[in-house]
């Protein structure tokens, strides 16, 4: 009976430390093998099983956004470059600091709006239900970490999935 | 009184060759030990420990713990790929986020 239970658990503790490693490799493989794209679009290919027309219309919509992404990008690190500045000259929050960080929200809110705009516009070229689906995705994905974070300084309840 | 007839031997001899034992089957010596041994252990082993004694010794088997660990090391395998598929679903999804809405606005 020792030796068979002895046993039993020897072979418990090998199968699981050999269902592990399977489970990890298994793991790691698929996830190479899978993420070998280095297409920025890919994920919207697949997930919104996108036609070649269509991902050729996003592709350009795409293209033609960037600049405009990067140059509010560029502007807003400039301002926080400033505010860092104005900051590192002394401890009291000057209207030179107030200043700017109302330039950096009026760009982060300006980034945001463009940002929604280029959403919708390639939202339009897919198929009226994935387009709806991509459309609350990103919303979500973009604008819901704020929400989460304005309702937690609120101190407000949240419902029992995190919607109200 | 019995006396040995020398005939007897012969008949003897002369069944066995007619009947020829089969092949024995695989373990049997271990399993003949294992049942010596249950034969000798003190009498009035508590009924749990007598039924997970014979669980036990279902359970390691060689073949039904080697399909065990088989179908284990199978589920293994399939849950593995299922959550690297997760895994680069969610960094193509970085990916594409990262390109169109930069962190400094999210």
């Known amino acids: 009976m020792r030796r068979s ?21 298994a793991g790691h493989f698929s996830a190479r093998h899978l993420a070998r794209t280095t297409d920025d679009l890919d994920w919207l290919r697949v997930e919104f099983r996108l036609r070649d027309a269509e991902l050729a219309r996003i592709r350009q919509l795409h293209e033609g956004y960037l600049p405009t992404c990067r140059g509010f990008c560029d502007r807003i690190a400039a301002k ?3 505010l860092q500045a104005a ?6 929050v000057t209207s030179a600091v107030e200043l700017t960080l109302a330039d950096i929200a009026t760009l982060r809110a300006q980034c945001q709006a463009a940002m929604l ?3 919708a516009e390639v939202s ?15 919303q979500r994905l973009t ?8 309702n937690r300084m609120s101190g407000e309840a949240l419902g029992p999935h995190g919607h109200r | 009184m019995r006396t040995t007839n020398p005939d007897d031997a012969k008949l003897r001899d002369l069944l066995r060759q007619s009947r020829p034992a089969p092949p024995l089957p695989p373990r049997f010596e271990d399993s003949v030990w294992r049942r010596i041994d249950r034969s ?10 007598a039924w997970l004694d014979r669980l036990l010794e279902r359970l390691l088997r060689p073949r039904l713990a080697l399909s065990g660990i088989a179908v284990l090391l199978l589920l293994s395998s399939v849950a593995g790929v299922l959550s690297g598929s997760e895994t680069a679903k969610r ?9 169109v809405a930069p962190a400094t606005v999210r």
């Open chain 1, 124 to 138: 339009r070229v897919m198929p009226p239900e994935q387009g709806r689906r991509y459309l609350t995705e990103m």
């Open chain 1, 5 to 25: 239970l002895l046993l039993a658990v020897a072979l418990v503790v090998a199968s699981a430390a050999l269902c592990f490693a399977a489970y990890r490799l």
């Open chain 1, 117 to 119: 705009r280029h959403f």
């Open chain 2, 40 to 49: 000798e252990a003190p009498a009035g082993k508590p009924e749990t420990v």
């Open chain 1, 80 to 82: 926080q470059r400033e």
């Open chain 1, 143 to 150: 604008l819901g970490f704020h929400e989460q974070v304005e």
């Open chain 2, 91 to 99: 960094s193509a999804q970085e990916r594409y986020l990262a390109a």
């Open chain 1, 87 to 92: 900051l590192d000259r002394g401890t009291n």
